[in-house]
């Protein structure tokens, strides 16, 4: 042993060499994780959408981050951005589209598509899941869905989780419309929200002016039942049959019972 | 001589590697994460004080030379000599880290960040060597401590380390002797103190 111990410098060499540490178990997963190469990484499509194409993430649980091309821009590297920004990992190209995504589209049903809605809270999942039972070409207002899951005081909270949803245009928020006939808030702005529903037939002027006229449910006085008016049931009642309601309490005294596809609820007016 | 071979060898898997990186990114950077993860995180984890902000250091600093390799051409990534292209690459990244620390209002006292640990305060750092060591080479000034770090933790050579330091092979070699005397200095101190 050197007589001078730890400070020869030999010793110290060593020493100094042997302060070299392995990284902690799992980080070269942390690491791929990080650039989007891990064993769960997401992968990215761009796609046709109904009002233009659309940027759709992915990974092994289902579709997880959708957005237009027109807010990030055509270059790939402004999803790629977006999507760290929001779910602090990173994303590359896939080869091909997540299954179903390209029937969804055309169809316009994407209730049977794979969702990763991780991170997302249980009431934020519930929303979205109602959200997802609207059918195309038809609306719901935002008190509808907070009743559907339980929550009828949560309107503001429904309109907040919608406004988060992660895969706009797939899971539908944009059918979620407000009860006084204006079309409500959009994440990626109203205009698209209405572009959306016209080119899934709504007729957002009609619409609009029965709500305006107070006019919350149709009736058929044929079948005498009751629905919203964008319901399907509601959109085959001849002008002749039609009959308005203010309320679901007007529509049950006139002996009117609740459309089962779109559920009209017992609350508000 | 069995050093050069090892350099040698070392090199040559080295330059392997960059040449994969070239030709497939994706399939080649698992393999640089896993080869060079050590060195990248030691010299990290010298660096700074706590391990769990080293891992952060490391792991952001891979994920910019994967951003790097991704928007250069194949060309630069196979010519790249990876072990001192990414320990500068942790080094910067530790650096701007340090001074964007400065500017921001501090809610714990900016000396924390700088301050040695008290040695064995740590559980990890028990594992991780001599702690009057650690202790002391945190202590050192900058550019001696990072010269240090970077030839005899890390192992670069000087010409490695001066690339690192953006100065002359000669001012690095200083920086390196001048260190390592600081050390023993202290450690001559460390051992006086408790006799």
């Not at chain 2, 399939?27 to 990248?40: H, Q």
């Not at chain 2, 380390?161 to 953006?166: P, R």
Request: hydrophobic share 40%.
């Amino acid at each position: 042993m050197n007589p001078s111990g730890p400070l020869a410098r030999r010793d110290m060499t060593a020493a100094l060499r042997a302060l070299g540490v392995e990284p902690p178990s799992g980080f070269t997963e942390r690491v791929l994780d990080r650039v989007g190469l891990g064993a769960t990484a997401d992968r990215y499509v761009m796609v046709d959408g109904p009002v233009g194409p659309l940027y759709v993430a992915f990974n092994a649980r289902g579709i997880c981050h959708v957005v237009t091309a027109g807010v990030v821009g055509d270059e790939p590297g402004g999803f790629e951005e977006r999507h760290r920004a929001r779910f602090g990992r990173g994303t590359r190209p896939a080869g091909t589209p997540p299954t179903g995504l390209d029937a969804a589209l055309r169809s316009g049903r994407s209730h049977q598509l794979a969702y990763d809605l991780g991170g997302l809270t249980g009431f934020e999942r519930a929303v979205l899941r109602k959200a997802l039972d609207i059918p195309a070409g038809e609306c719901r207002p935002y008190a509808w869905v907070a009743h559907q899951i339980g929550r009828p005081r949560a309107v503001r909270a429904v309109g907040s989780a919608l406004g988060r949803n992660p895969v706009p245009v797939l899971i539908p928020c944009h059918r979620v419309v407000r009860s006084d006939g204006r079309i409500g808030e959009y994440a990626l702005g109203p205009e698209l929200k209405a572009r959306l529903l016209e080119a899934e037939g709504v007729d957002l002027e009609a619409t609009a002016a029965l709500a305006r006229a107070g006019a919350r449910y149709l009736g058929s006085d044929t079948t005498h039942v009751y629905c919203f008016p964008t319901c399907r049931t509601a959109r085959r009642i001849g002008p002749a049959h039609q009959v308005r309601f203010r309320g679901s309490a007007e529509a049950e005294a006139a002996g009117y019972r609740p459309c089962r596809n779109c559920q009209p609820a017992k609350w508000g007016a | 001589m069995f050093t050069s071979i090892v350099m040698v060898v070392a090199t040559g898997r080295e330059a392997e590697l960059a040449a994969a990186a070239a030709i497939d990114l994706d399939g080649a950077f698992p393999a640089i994460v896993e080869r060079y993860g050590r060195v990248v995180y030691s010299t990290a984890r010298r660096l700074s004080v706590q391990a769990v902000d080293a891992e952060d250091l490391a792991a952001e600093a891979f994920a910019r030379a994967y951003a790097a390799m991704r928007a250069q051409p194949a060309e630069r990534t196979a010519a790249l000599r990876l072990r001192p292209w990414l320990i500068t690459i942790t080094l910067n990244l530790w650096r701007n880290q340090l001074r964007d620390a400065s500017r921001r209002p501090v809610t714990a006292p900016l000396a924390a960040v700088n301050d040695p640990p008290a040695p064995g305060a740590d559980p990890a750092e028990r594992r991780e060597g001599d702690p009057r060591l650690v202790c002391a080479l945190s202590q050192l000034p900058e550019a001696q401590r990072v010269a240090v770090i970077l030839r005899h933790v890390v192992g670069l050579r000087t010409s490695e380390v001066a690339d690192a330091l953006s100065c002359p092979a000669g001012t690095a070699k200083s920086h390196v002797f001048r260190g390592l005397a600081a050390l023993r200095a202290a450690l001559v101190e460390a051992r006086e103190g408790t006799s």
